[in-house]
């Protein structure tokens, strides 16, 4: 089906085109007064120069990795760099643009609840997300489209392939100084801020005396936006690519039917249809509830997800030579990312059982507390891991026992179905990361509505988009986790297809896959350690320069009219201590499969990357949920229940807050780019790992 | 050699008598004054009263389990069943003698350091530890012998090993209670103690106004003697059923000579001789230094493992079929304990930089302070990970380029190589376990010291053997889970191995193995989560005991002399709570492995006990490697350091050592049993899931 790369490229630009037409809408809106505009443009600065400096390391890794896969990787000309670089180019550009749009929408949006009420913020702030969700499901599915085009012009079908999973790499390589670095940053400013201002300071959050407020602010956009972002696009690319490669290499055996090859990227054209449907019904009235601001939310989210069904349903009927069974596995994906995000929100929501337990254990002191919120985060692996073997051995069994157009599934049937699942559960991503996206500049509003002493009722209504954003970050968080399982494991798949491996080779009986199995599984402990530490070192600095500034400059901790904080230090400082941090589990990341490969072996590799991510998934969900319900037991405390804001409960429910920061925020979700990243490396570099055949025999 | 089997019942009975020796020893050293008798016995009744109901309840879960071998396991006589019994009497039999003895030198040790100084209480002390160590040894090894000799008699010899295997399964099913139910009794009745005592009473530790001072050193005993040497009773046991039962199958096959079938025993014979020799090294000198100390006990333990190696030789050398790479995967084990034992020490000592970084973020707060801890546990996975990875590479390697005696190696060489790892490490368990099992005595003799006010020089005599006892403890924790780690990996090994499990089937690219794996991974998060709520529940039922009788007992918490606190009930209490919170985590334990095998397979089943070696491996290191680290941060403040004891500094050190009592104290061991114990049931119940073959195919 040829024309399926043509309906993924119309997609992909319509995707871009409602992006613009998002863009312009939040541009043309009115950015409130003088104040609110400065406010705004700290912010914006500090977040692009944040990205520029950032680009401009990441370009320094790329351009090594570049000469790397031309070096190592004996493909004869340098299609595969001019592959990576391209894919790097794309996912950094969708991550400034979505970045400059989400930095403009927040004094906007602000506005907007101080004109025309929260019937007209919402639709704003949403868009102002949706920037980034069009631009990276455009921009990923646009660049993949037409790497396939062009590589197949001067290639073999299968070694343009080998190409594509190149442009997979350039995305990965931004996701993970975007996921990390950004992580890093958001929790360095957040609890430096608090530590100085809340805790010794003693002045309210977002008060502009707070010199590392805007640092602060900066953090959002860099981590919730630009890093959130970037591993989606992650995701996305990666599922798509690895569904692809797989279908290559069964189409070729004669085991699959070549229409399956692009059938990815129909997949994802028809997503992106039905989550552009979806986004023109994110609308409210005023005097919403906080439940009607997430009704309108989630119903969107929900239609976009209807629609895509009917939508596969026709890709398959049109082609006949894939069968139906496949078609349900893409359904087990689609659901199985539902679900995971339901039970997301029943263990982090404050409304619930779990988090209303840890609440309640502030009242036998601050360890029964971090103790319950660290044994929720653990139980609550539960369901997300069930979730996932169902839906892998389900998809698998669908795809093997497929018989469609005279051909038999068997083992490549079943891997593929696998991968596309993956691909299921991200096709939707433009509204899911709209919705994700939109929490940062909410959360942003209401800062600067505070910043800029805007009247009680406006910042009501802001908290009540900023409250909406908490849930829907829980849930995207995991949406995060459980796409990027998905798609490490369509990795393995395509990485142990294009590798050659057969069954036996693959084997837990076989000493080196173990022995790197177990090691895969320690290294998102010690990626986690690298990361809280990093977080910690970077805070200390912030701390220092905020009470540096308190003490030097006259009048600010007071509140003098005419003193004025050095906001752009800390930006500064954050951005500094951010890049520096970056670089070890940077290399971590790449180094660890890398060393593996060359030395154990192509099939201890594939342990590698199994323990690794099963480790990793379950470690992700724990450190997300954990953190995530520990922010709401304190937020369920400052309902005033259990004694309010400022008793003991209070007080105790903070310190859980500040150990989940890093939990939810900066380890966590890297260990989502941590487990991609090896796949894809693995994938990549395939090549050379065979040739060697492994160092230690 | 044939012989060996007589070898090893010689060396069994001199380990039984050895630990007689030192129990008589103990009995016959004074017990001290009326109050300190009358400590004792309160300590001895609430120990031995939770080791009977404790018992009682397990033999309910004996009798099921006993009954579901008959039923399910087809061998047509009633042998397994039996042997399961055997095995589980004999380990209770262990945790029996053991216990009545560590209660019994309590307070001999804080007599013997009141009149005779250190120099005596130091080798008191050792023997009421070195009397579990040795009975346990002891035990282990003679039943294994005799019940392979018995049913040796009446079956084949591939059967009679398949009987053998449920002789594991019964210790197996002790280790299960005593370990996941000693933790929780330990760190309720600890928790229960601290919250009340310390911090709303503001009255010393072991004070005896406290009504659960009592419950707290009967908590030492249960946890730290009766559940240590229940989980390494297990350990040995296994790791000899492993090697054998993988012997058997390979020399069968004619790809390992018949020698190897009993190796493990004369192993383990040679190391009960060495710790025997090793023990009589425990002698110190008057004002010993705290490293005095230390040196004493290394220096006998590392006798031990040093005579233990020529004896090795010598068995190889006489026997000459089996071939020198065989010693040196023995050695490798031997090495990796040691190896894990000391990167434990150094991530968990205050005079090492880890902990006194734990020490150092409490300036900055608690929240900094539990980040800190929890990213030196998370760090601190990384050494042993990587000396176990190159134990199993290297030993499996050894094994299967062997060429002794005509025979080559191959699979099967690898695989009993990577067992004999496991024996090796676990061959000098004697005096390894009777340094840990020192531990709890000292702890208690010094605790009986103060409730009974003996003059302040006992009480630093004792504190110093108490130190050395937490040092010993934390290194004891890292080999238990290096011991269980490569102990499951031996009965994974020969689970597949007497499945008849080829390689092929064994592959990562089967999804229901996969699947499995993944769930396996999630499991020990699941099992952990359990268990520190369990600790959190019946924590909060002692403190309100507690409050009740300081509320009700006029004149108990202002300490007038006729007022007692009545400590038995809250040792019922304690008792009652560890009991209840036991049910689930073992159902569990036993329901997983089963219900996998059951609906997905034996693959599966093999992937699932992976996953669960895996990520349990790396959980439970960080959770006794962050615990115990919180632990000494507390005590590096307590000597001065950072403003010492009732700073803010150690307030928030104390809240860290209160979150790490159930990661150290419960959950983290418990890990060691639920890998070991899946294991060992799934290789009992293999011919049950290979005949049904999987219901979901």
């Not at 069974?325 to 994906?333: D, K, Q, S, V, Y």
């Not at 022995?515 to 599984?521: D, E, H, R, V």
């Amino acid at each position: 089906m040829e024309i399926w790369l043509y309906l993924a490229i119309v997609a992909a630009l319509a995707a871009l085109v409602l992006a613009a037409v998002f863009a312009r809408q939040v541009n043309s809106a009115s950015p409130g007064s003088d104040r609110m505009q400065e406010l705004m443009a700290a912010i914006r600065e500090g977040a692009m120069a944040f990205i520029r400096r950032e680009y401009t390391a990441v370009a320094g890794f790329v351009a090594i990795m570049a000469i790397l896969i031309f070096v190592l990787l004996d493909w004869g000309r340098p299609w595969g760099s001019i592959a990576y670089i391209f894919g790097a180019f794309l996912s950094a550009l969708a991550g400034f643009i979505g970045m400059r749009i989400a930095t403009a929408a927040n004094a906007r949006t602000a506005e907007a609840a101080r004109t025309g009420g929260i019937d007209a913020a919402l639709p704003l702030a949403f868009r102002g997300g949706g920037v980034m969700g069009f631009t990276v499901a455009g921009l990923g599915l646009l660049g993949l489209s037409l790497g396939y085009l062009f590589f197949r012009v001067i290639l073999e079908d299968e070694q343009a392939f080998e190409i594509i999973t190149a442009i997979g790499l350039g995305g990965s390589s931004i996701a993970l100084f975007s996921r990390v670095g950004g992580g890093i940053y958001t929790k360095a400013a957040d609890v430096g801020a608090d530590l100085v201002g809340k805790v010794e300071a003693g002045i309210p959050e977002d008060d502009p005396r707070n010199p590392a407020v805007i640092a602060d602010n900066v953090g959002d956009n860099v981590g919730d936006v630009a890093g959130m972002g970037a591993d989606l696009y992650e995701s996305y690319v990666g599922s798509i690519v690895a569904a692809s490669a797989v279908a290559v290499v069964g189409a070729a055996r004669g085991e699959l039917s070549p229409a399956t090859v692009l059938l990815p990227f129909a997949i994802a054209a028809v997503g992106i249809a039905a989550a552009l449907i979806g986004s023109f019904m994110v609308r409210t009235r005023e005097n919403a509830s906080q439940e009607d601001l997430l009704r309108t939310l989630r119903t969107a989210v929900w239609t976009a997800s209807g629609l895509v069904v009917p939508g596969i349903a026709l890709l398959i009927l049109l082609d006949g030579t894939i069968g139906w069974p496949i078609f349900f596995a893409i359904l087990l994906g689609l659901v199985a990312g539902l679900l995971i995000a339901y039970f997301t929100e029943y263990y982090t929501s404050y409304t619930e059982k779990p988090t209303q337990g840890i609440a309640q254990a502030s009242r036998t002191g601050v360890a029964t507390l971090i103790i319950e919120g660290l044994a929720v985060g653990m139980r609550s692996t539960l369901a997300p891991v069930a979730i996932v073997m169902v839906a892998v051995i389900g998809a698998y069994l669908l795809g093997f026992n497929n018989a469609a157009g005279g051909r038999i599934g068997g083992a490549d049937g079943g891997l593929y179905a696998v991968s596309l699942a993956a691909v299921g559960m991200l096709s939707t991503l433009g509204i899911t990361l709209a919705t994700d996206a939109y929490g940062p500049v909410a959360d942003n509003a209401g800062g600067i509505a505070e910043m800029a002493h805007l009247p009680k009722e406006v910042r009501a209504r802001t908290d009540a988009l900023d409250s909406l954003g908490n849930t829907t970050a829980a849930t995207g968080k995991g949406f995060a986790i459980g796409s990027a399982v998905l798609t490490a494991l369509g990795l393995i798949a395509a990485y142990a297809q294009t590798s050659g491996l057969q069954g036996a080779q693959l084997t837990l009986l076989d000493p080196r896959l173990l022995g790197a199995l177990l090691f895969g599984a320690m290294l998102p402990f010690l990626f986690s350690a690298i990361t809280m530490t990093a977080v910690g070192r970077a805070a200390m600095q912030i701390v220092e320069e905020v009470r540096r500034q308190f003490r030097e400059i006259a009048g600010l901790k007071e509140g003098a009219p005419d003193a004025r904080a050095d906001y752009a230090r800390c930006v500064a400082i954050s951005t500094r201590s951010a890049l520096r941090e970056m670089v070890l589990p940077g290399v971590l990341a790449v180094a660890a499969p890398i060393a593996v490969g060359i030395l154990l072996g192509p099939a201890a590799l594939a342990g590698l990357l199994v323990g690794a991510t099963a480790s990793g998934f379950v470690l992700a969900i724990m450190m997300a949920n954990s953190g995530g319900a520990w922010d709401n037991a304190k937020k369920f405390i400052e309902t005033g229940e259990l004694g309010g804001k400022g008793s003991d409960n209070h007080k105790a429910a903070v310190v859980g807050d500040t150990v989940g920061d890093p939990f939810k925020d900066t380890s966590g979700p890297s260990l989502n780019i941590l487990i991609k990243l090896m796949s894809v490396v693995s994938l990549v570099f395939a090549p050379l790992f065979v040739q060697i055949g492994g160092l230690i025999r």
